[in-house]
């Protein structure tokens, strides 16, 4: 008998999460990754991997690191994400990124937060007006009674705790289905090849929730010009009736997931939403979409340099934002994970669209 066995050794889990901006971060994630190895698990940590950062151009230093968090998604079973908020009310946009990638693959989705309370009860400046809670833009807070996304919600398993809460939970799961002989579901749809015939264009706007999808007809009008059909991320028509918030979720998600795998092109609403991070539905789908092969693209008002854009302290405090996190100079926008992974363009979504429509026709 070997009495070093488990029952979870076969898997790999991908640890998620804002750790790596910390001021000990490199410390904090080793001891999460000896924690779950404790357990039994692998680790698919993309940190161990001793990477070429020399090179002058600071973009192709990010892109080093894009590659290899995607080679480790590509090996991993499980993704374990922490939820917890990162430069305003959103989690960090590159572990939700990575959450989109890892369920395209088909990986078990995990997520762990010491905060599940509703959003527009965490939410900081939520105004209440008639009965309806509204953000500091004025506009009505999207799915308040939700402590995440409806994406977040509909893909993962969502655990009040931490990671050591989170992997006996995973541990539970793993004995239960090898009790019932239940065996791992995969998205129909493997990725295609990058160079496919695009028909389908899919926008994924942060403002969703509350937008009118009529200001976007000359979009609809200049893709169907240029041959494709346009799909834009909205609420299901179905949800009336439907009082549950979580099968809200449910439904919200599972028409989300419908747009990304039938588009062939996807143009995504980067802007800050509630802080300095993009909006987590958006982020979910621009992590799904890539692992899928779809061709990718970003936009934003401002698509400068982060250190420009991020308020934080000088090169003497090393550049920390006010809660100590690292903000990053790869002379790219945003995070990486999308900056590495699609061209980001500067301006509104008109000016975006006609950029892809550019690019797309060569």
């Known amino acids: 008998m070997d009495f070093h066995k488990t029952y979870h050794e076969e898997e790999k889990l991908y640890l998620a999460g804002p750790e790596c901006f910390y001021p000990d971060g490199r410390k904090k994630l080793q001891s999460m990754k000896l924690l779950a190895e404790s357990y039994g698990f692998g680790v698919s940590l993309p940190n161990d991997n001793k990477l070429d950062m020399s090179n002058e151009d600071v973009r192709k230093n990010a892109d080093n690191i894009f590659e290899n968090c995607a080679v480790s998604i590509d090996i991993t079973t499980a993704i374990l994400v922490d939820l917890e908020r990162f430069r305003g009310s959103e989690p960090d946009g590159g572990s939700i990124y990575e959450l989109g990638m890892a369920y395209a693959r088909g990986c078990r989705c995990y997520g762990y937060t010491r905060d599940l309370r509703p959003v527009y009860r965490k939410y900081d400046g939520a105004m209440l007006k008639d009965g309806v809670v509204y953000d500091r833009d004025d506009k009505e807070l999207a799915y308040p009674e939700l402590p995440f996304s409806p994406n977040i919600i509909g893909s993962s398993k969502v655990i009040e705790g931490d990671l050591d809460d989170c992997l006996k939970l995973l541990m539970l799961d793993i004995k239960e289905e090898r009790k019932a002989g239940i065996t791992r579901t995969y998205l129909d749809e493997k990725p295609g090849p990058k160079n496919k015939k695009a028909k389908t264009i899919y926008l994924s706007l942060s403002n969703r929730y509350s937008e009118n999808k009529g200001a976007y007809e000359k979009l609809e009008a200049l893709a169907k010009e240029a041959g494709y059909k346009l799909v834009i991320s909205a609420i299901p028509k179905k949800l009336a009736g439907i009082k549950d918030v979580y099968r809200q979720a449910a439904e919200i998600f599972a028409q989300n997931e419908k747009a990304v795998k039938d588009s062939d092109i ?48 000088d090169d003497k405090l090393e550049n920390r934002d006010w809660h100590g996190n690292d903000v990053e100079n790869f002379n790219y926008p945003l995070n990486l994970m999308f900056s590495s992974s699609m061209p980001i363009f500067g301006g509104d979504v008109t000016a975006a669209f006609k950029q892809v429509l550019k690019h797309i026709s060569r």
Not at 277 to 292: C, T
């Open 266 to 313: 996807c143009l995504f609403d980067l802007n800050d939403y509630h802080g300095w991070e993009p909006n987590s539905d958006v982020a979910f789908e621009a992590g799904m979409a890539w692992q899928l092969g779809k061709k990718c693209f970003g936009f934003m008002g401002d698509n400068s340099n982060m250190r420009t854009r991020i308020p934080h302290y």
